[in-house]
């Protein structure tokens, strides 16, 4: 049994989502491929709409994109069972990925710039240093960051679901109001919803994280499994003060409603050293 977020506080965590001055969208594969494994312009035009309203409200958006395996799967017919493909395949996926990002900000005049990291760099200093000043320089300069792991050289980074962790890894270190994780499902739910039509899509997270997480654990299967490390990323990054939202890639203008405060799958609380009921 999930209890509810009061109502008030759900509210007021929308209102701060909405106010974000800088925020992290972060895009998975599904949300920018089809079904063959190609990049889908429709989808990644439609996702650059979203960021560009942000851009246009005057916000700073920092993009962290999955895709690149994906996309190289699709451009060379490849399927890479083995991670040594994975890594190949993302070298090939990660430049056309950035050629399709160019292209589509550039329909707003508004330019690019690709960030590889592993995990490695975000925890040693100097690096993550070096990698926070060149972020806030592309930012005064009005350039939106893209940031994928740097799978080439990330073996243990190439799972599914890392880019999660790189998106909770980045909102907290430089300093983000709010982190958007656009996913193919339209939040958390009380089940799995591809496999159980009863499963509810739960509103807001806060001190019922216990309890969401054991029915996670419950129902994370196979290709569900990606919620998981979701609403780890995310609730990482609301026990750091920042709000953090899930949400469908798909719905409608789902990045300008979050920005007009209006409900949007799954939003955390932030939590700040509170403790679960
Ligand atoms: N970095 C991988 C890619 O771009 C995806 C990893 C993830 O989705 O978490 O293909």
């Excluded at 560009?52 to 700073?60: A, I």
């Excluded at 958006?61 to 395996?69: F, K, L, M, Y």
């Amino acid at each position: 049994m999930i209890k509810a977020v009061e109502s008030d506080v759900v509210e007021r965590t929308r209102r701060l989502a909405a106010a974000a001055d800088r925020v992290v969208v972060k895009a998975g594969t599904n949300s920018l491929t089809d079904d063959e494994s190609n990049l889908d312009d429709e989808k990644l035009d439609t996702f650059v709409d979203g960021v560009v309203s942000l851009l246009d409200r005057g916000k700073d958006v920092i993009v962290v994109s999955s895709g690149a395996i994906g996309a190289g799967k699709g451009r060379i017919g490849q399927t890479g069972g083995t991670i040594e493909e994975s890594q190949a395949l993302s070298t090939i996926g990660q430049s056309h990925l950035m050629r399709r990002y160019t292209e589509s900000f550039e329909r707003y005049d508004r330019t690019v710039a690709q960030i590889l990291v592993t995990e490695h760099d975000l925890e040693n200093p100097e690096r993550f240093t070096n990698f926070r000043n060149t972020i806030e320089t592309l930012l005064e300069w009005g350039v939106v960051p893209i940031i994928n792991e740097n799978d080439a050289v990330a073996t243990e980074e190439i799972r599914i679901g890392d880019n999660d962790m790189l998106s909770a890894s980045v909102s907290i270190g430089v300093d983000v109001d709010l982190l958007v994780t656009l996913t193919d499902v339209g939040g958390v739910y009380t089940g799995n919803p591809k496999e159980d039509p009863e499963a509810e899509r739960i509103e807001a997270i806060e001190r019922n994280y216990s309890a969401v997480e054991s029915i996670i654990d419950e129902s994370a299967s196979g290709e569900f499994g990606g919620i998981r490390t979701k609403v780890q990323g995310a609730r990482t990054v609301s026990e750091h003060g920042i709000p953090a939202i899930i949400a469908r890639s798909d719905e409608p203008d789902v990045l300008e409603r979050i920005a007009i405060g209006k409900p949007v799958g799954t939003i955390f609380v932030p939590v700040n050293g509170d403790h679960d009921d």
